[in-house]
């Protein structure tokens, strides 16, 4: 059971990243999965996720307009398009599978959450 998560890096504010969060082991068609990351200092705080049954979506505020989130059953995998990108984006970002509710996810509590990935860096540069 694992959660791999890609795509991170460097970039300049205002442009793009797209991470990828892997899962193999395991399948997660019936599992939530989210979205959270982690900067210098700071608690972990939720971004976003998604229902994969049915691609049900939530987002944090901050990233309302900017991030996407969205899945490929067929590679078990999520992605998480951010567009927009600012300095205060700046984290670790995880993925973490977990259980789905009646409204479809919760992306604020890791306490629905059971699985999570290594992590990947995004770092945005002003």
């Known amino acids: 059971v694992q959660l791999v998560e890609s795509g991170g890096g460097l970039v300049q504010a205002g442009r793009s990243l797209r991470l990828s969060c892997a899962a193999s082991?395991?399948?997660?068609?019936?599992?939530?999965i989210g979205w959270f990351r982690q900067a210098p200092g700071k608690e972990r705080e939720g971004v976003s996720c998604?229902?994969?049954?049915?691609?049900?979506?939530n987002y944090a505020d901050s990233v309302k307009g900017r991030f996407t989130i969205s899945s490929d059953s067929a590679k078990n995998t999520v992605y998480l398009q951010m567009d927009s990108l600012k300095p205060e984006d700046t984290a670790v970002y995880y993925c973490?599978?977990?259980?789905?509710?009646?409204?479809?996810?919760?992306?604020?509590?890791?306490?629905?959450?059971?699985?999570w990935g290594q992590g990947t860096q995004v770092t945005v540069s002003s």
């Open positions: 973490e599978s977990g259980a789905t509710v009646r409204d479809g996810c919760i992306y604020d509590s890791e306490s629905y959450y059971w699985s």
């Open positions: 082991g395991f399948t997660v068609d019936d599992d939530a």
């Open positions: 998604i229902r994969m049954r049915d691609g049900r979506t």
